[in-house]
């Protein structure tokens, strides 16, 4: 009675999610309207497929990669990571792909795996890779003095509203100064322009 209370009640274990998988394969839909974006690491280097066009590069030929933290209103929590062959041809993937027109859902486990396998991989084969993290420098400049001149702006309102005696004022300043630097500080810290190394993947701009 045990043994068939035992088969009876037996539960199948679950194959691993194909979200993560071995890092070889990662496919992702970038927009709603358009097809997906399927990429696989082979014997022959990099494959990757996208409506209309496909390719294979050996690693040998990959030139360049730049990973980056890329939110959206609809996912906060978004990464991308740009490929350039030694052509100048460059493939994107995103860290999400997109389901419905109200839903864009997190492919965490599958991305990072894929990329840190095509990283290992990189590394096995000696390969020699202009790494980046984050965005262009000059983009990020760009960013560094808008925020300081919205700090500027931030603190003369702060200081006439304590003079005037206006706390309420202060106090949303105060929220919105918090809210300003946690959304957008946290943006420019992932993604300081910095160099890396095949066996040393910066960790934050990866989900």
């Known amino acids: 009675m045990p043994s068939r209370l035992s088969e009876m009640f037996q539960v199948t274990p679950k194959p691993p999610s194909e979200s993560a998988g071995d890092g070889a394969t990662y496919t992702f839909k970038p927009t709603l309207v358009g097809g997906a974006r399927q990429f696989a690491l082979t014997d022959d280097g990099l494959s990757w497929q996208a409506p209309g066009k496909s390719g294979i590069w050996p690693l040998d030929k990959i ?15 978004r990464f991308r990571a740009d490929i350039e062959d030694s052509r100048g041809e460059r493939v994107t993937l995103f860290s999400t792909t997109w389901h419905t027109i109200a839903l864009m859902a997190r492919q965490d486990g599958g991305y990072r795996s894929f990329i840190v396998e095509l990283h290992r991989r990189l590394k096995a084969a000696g390969c020699n890779v202009f790494l980046i993290a984050g965005i262009n420098p000059k983009i990020y400049m760009a960013g560094l003095a808008l925020v300081a001149l919205v700090a500027v702006a931030m603190a003369g309102l702060l200081i006439r509203a304590l003079l005037t005696g206006e706390f309420a004022g ?29 066996d040393a993947l910066p960790m934050d701009v990866l989900p």
């Open 170 to 198: 202060a106090l949303f300043l105060l929220g919105f100064a918090g809210l300003f630097a946690w959304q957008i500080g946290g943006f420019m810290k992932r993604n300081r322009p910095r160099t890396y190394t095949l």
């Open 63 to 77: 030139a360049a990669i730049r990973l980056s933290y890329r939110p959206i209103s609809m996912q906060s929590n």
